[in-house]
Each structure stands twice: as C-alpha cells, then as structure tokens.
Nanobody
Framework: QVQLVESGGGLVQAGGSLRLSCVASGRTFSIYAMGWFRQAPGKERELVAAITWSGGSKNYADSVKGRFTISIDNAKNTVYLQMNSLKPEDTAVYSC??????????????????WGQGTQVTVSS
C-alpha cells in the first residue's frame, strides 16, 4: 500500500498563492504517477495536474495552465502543487492520489489507487 499525507491548504485572497505538498510512504516503488484532484461542492472531481514519479512527464488541466506548477522531490517522496494567481473558482478540496498504471496517462480518477485525506483551498474574492 501507499500512504499519502497532504498539507498546505488554507484561505487566500484572489490573486494570491498557495503551495500544496503530498508526502508518499509505503510501497512508493509501485507508483507510476501522482495526480492532484479537486472537487468543489456540486461539481465533478477534476484532475488538476499530474506528474510521473520520474518527473519526466507533466499534465495540466486547461483551467490551471500557466498558473499552477506540479513538481516532485524524489528524495523526499513529495509532490508539490504551486498555485499562483488563484481565483475564487479554484476553491475546492484538493486531494493527491497515486496510480501504478502507465497505460492511460494521465488517467482518470478511478484509475488512481491510493488517495490522501484532502485539504481545503478557499479563495476569497
């Protein structure tokens, strides 16, 4: 199994920045990629950004391109999501998740095996 612990959420004004962290432990050798998902009330879960565990490939949702950056520190088994120029519509619960599947990069939510507990991001206008 893989255990994931997120941190870094909070309340920020529009235009501000936050950095989310997700630390993986356990069978990290089985991870192919990690994704950051978000879900706002009444909306479907959305894959915001994903990165392969090697760091060689990254993927972003159109809604966050140019504003969010995903990165990985393999020595710390940690994936970061740097969020800049935040907008009220970025408000959601953000969760990290890992997948061992390489065939459907970046994959959909149901293809991710392990999930963190989620962290709330609230952007005020």
């Amino acid at each position: 199994q893989v255990q994931l612990v997120e941190s870094g959420g909070g309340l920020v004004q529009a235009g501000g920045s936050l950095r989310l962290s997700c630390v993986a432990s356990g069978r990290t050798f089985s991870i192919y990629a990690m994704g950051w998902f978000r879900q706002a009330p009444g909306k479907e879960r959305e894959l915001v950004a994903a990165i392969t565990w090697s760091g060689g490939s990254k993927n972003y949702a159109d809604s966050v391109k140019g504003r969010f950056t995903i990165s990985i520190d393999n020595a710390k088994n940690t994936v970061y999501l740097q969020m800049n120029s935040l907008k009220p519509e970025d408000t959601a619960v953000y969760s990290c998740a890992t997948t061992s599947r390489s065939s459907s990069w970046p994959g959909r939510g149901y293809e991710y095996d392990y999930w963190g507990q989620g962290t709330q991001v609230t952007v005020s206008s």
